[in-house]
């Protein structure tokens, strides 16, 4: 974990002290990549600078695993995200309680103080006290994406919000959810249907959303999370004997709006058992 961290803070690092996500590519590969995502995304150039700057963003993008989505307005490398810096304190906090159960107090202390330090920077950065939510902050532009996402909710499963946080983001959370579940965003009018948008249901998403709703007592609306996703995946398997990647909110079905949707995927399969292991006994 210590090496998989290092390299967010050697490779992904921005001047606002919070991290981002980038790519490795070369040239060639930026040259060639926009044929890869043609209709995915609204991308076009008029010089050979052009190509490889959109190109970098939607790559990064990729590497998000938000694959593609509206949040970054399609410059993500300008990005501290959500999700990735919520990520990065669970595993400041995780390898701070390491260090003290090894009996390396002074190693636990420096683990805790970069922790604390996101945790103020996301308070400073992402944090919008009128929305009650955590955005994605455009550290290039000094300004905070204007696109709310679940991406909000990773940080309830860190926890990294404060409880007066956690409590405005839960009241979000109805923006977000259809008859058969929980969408990646509200409902928005964007260039192209992006799929990490609504209506599209993600698990893994699911699975981190119920668990930080629980984290902070809010037990009703993580079982209400949790059962809906599981009634839907239930449901669809049941029709159709499969698991599926991803599902849309308003219809329970599989989603295909940009490609067919993968057949039996594992994350469905890991993110189905943990929340049945976890909300069954108290979901009907």
Not at 91 to 97: H, Q, R, T
Not at 223 to 241: I, M
Request: with cysteine; hydrophobic share 45%.
């Amino acid at each position: 974990m210590v090496k998989e961290y290092e390299f967010w803070m050697n490779k992904r690092s921005t001047p606002c002290g919070l991290n981002r996500y980038f790519h490795h590519a070369d040239a060639d590969y930026l040259r060639a990549f926009p044929k890869i995502i043609a209709g995915r995304v609204p991308f076009s150039w008029n010089s050979d600078v052009e190509l490889l700057e959109h190109s970098a963003h939607y790559l990064a993008e990729a590497e998000s695993g938000w694959d593609f989505n509206p949040r970054f307005g399609g410059r993500c490398t300008d990005f501290a995200p959500v999700d990735l810096n919520s990520i990065l304190y669970a595993c400041e906090e995780f390898l701070s309680a390491a260090a003290a159960r090894l009996n390396r107090p002074a190693e636990s202390r420096e683990w805790q103080g970069q922790s604390k330090r996101r945790r103020e920077r996301m308070y400073k950065l992402l944090w919008d006290e009128k929305q009650g939510m955590y955005f994605d902050y455009d550290f290039v532009h000094d300004r905070r994406s204007p696109i709310p996402s679940a991406a909000a909710f990773v940080a309830l499963w860190a926890g990294a919000a404060e409880p007066d946080q956690a409590l405005a983001i839960k009241q979000q959370l109805p923006r977000f959810l259809g008859p058969y579940g929980l969408a990646a965003t509200p409902e928005l009018v964007t260039p192209v249907a992006y799929q990490w948008m609504f209506p599209v249901m993600w698990p893994p998403l699911v699975a981190m959303t119920a668990s930080g709703l629980a984290r902070y007592g809010f037990d009703a609306e993580a079982e209400l999370v949790a059962g809906l996703y599981l009634d839907t995946v239930a449901a669809t398997f049941a029709a159709t004997g499969r698991l599926w990647e991803k599902y849309d909110v308003r219809t329970g079905e599989a989603d295909c709006r940009e490609y067919s949707s993968t057949r039996m995927m594992g994350w469905t399969a890991g993110a189905f058992a943990f929340l049945l292991r976890r909300f069954a006994c108290r979901h009907d």
